[in-house]
């Protein structure tokens, strides 16, 4: 079964704005991915955040993950056109040695 | 070249037939995956392997198999093709501390069976 929810499923916006996206998950954790895809390619990694952080940032990206309510979130601020694309969550539960994906957000940014 | 390269990048078979996809990486990792992806269920995993003697069924093996031919090679197979098998199939690697590293993708297999 799948690990992440992502909500919302879907998100436009404009250039410049920030984007924000949210990731359920059921079980306890070692940590928690987001990856990106681009139309059809594959999957590039872009933060980790392990279960005893609460709050990582890595370039205009800015994630935050509360254990007690198994959840995440990704912010992409000041978005870009380039952003456009789908963000999946995934999790690596305590025990299972492997990443579970959530159904993924599509984000698209309009120039 | 790539990190992790998948062959071939599209195919089109018909039901019945038996099919490789093939997978091979230059980052020296232990730990491959397959995952497959289908519109609106995100990905999948298929089967995975923590090193050439380690072989695991991951949440949707019936109908695949696989074989660790070397540190860096990673096939899949689907033995008789059916067109539910229709997907994007990816490949993926992690460092042997899997759980603390990210995962790096190949760019995939579009695989129709018709």
């Known amino acids: 079964s799948q690990q992440g929810e992502e909500d919302p499923q879907a998100l436009s916006i404009q250039e410049g704005e920030n984007a924000t996206m949210n990731c359920s998950y059921k079980?306890?954790?070692?940590?928690l991915q987001w990856y990106r895809q681009n139309s059809g390619r594959g999957l590039v990694h872009l933060i980790l955040?392990?279960?005893?952080?609460r709050e990582k940032h890595s370039g205009r990206l800015r994630v935050t993950l509360d254990t007690s309510k198994k959840s995440s979130s990704l912010l992409i601020t000041a978005s870009r056109a380039a952003d456009t694309a789908s963000y999946f969550c995934?999790?690596?539960?305590?025990?299972?040695?492997?990443?579970?994906f959530g159904k993924g957000n599509q984000v698209v940014v309009i120039p | 070249d790539a990190d992790v390269t998948q062959t071939p990048r599209n195919r089109i078979t018909k039901t019945g037939k038996r099919i490789m996809l093939e997978c091979s990486q230059t980052?020296?990792?232990?730990?491959m995956y397959w995952y497959r992806q289908d519109p609106g269920l995100g990905l999948r995993l298929i089967y995975y392997?923590?090193?050439?003697?380690?072989?695991n069924k991951g949440e949707i093996s019936d109908g695949y198999s696989v074989s660790r031919q070397a540190q860096a090679k990673f096939s899949l197979s689907l033995e008789s093709a059916i067109p539910n098998q229709t997907a994007l199939y990816f490949c993926?690697?992690?460092?042997?501390?899997?759980?603390?590293?990210?995962?790096?993708f190949g760019s995939g297999t579009r695989l129709t069976v018709v």
């Open positions: 993926a690697t992690s460092d042997y501390r899997g759980a603390n590293y990210g995962y790096t």
């Open positions: 079980t306890s954790i070692n940590n």
């Open positions: 955040i392990r279960s005893n952080e």
């Open positions: 995934a999790t690596d539960a305590r025990g299972n040695n492997r990443l579970a």
């Open positions: 980052k020296g990792h232990d730990r």
């Open positions: 392997s923590f090193d050439v003697k380690d072989i």
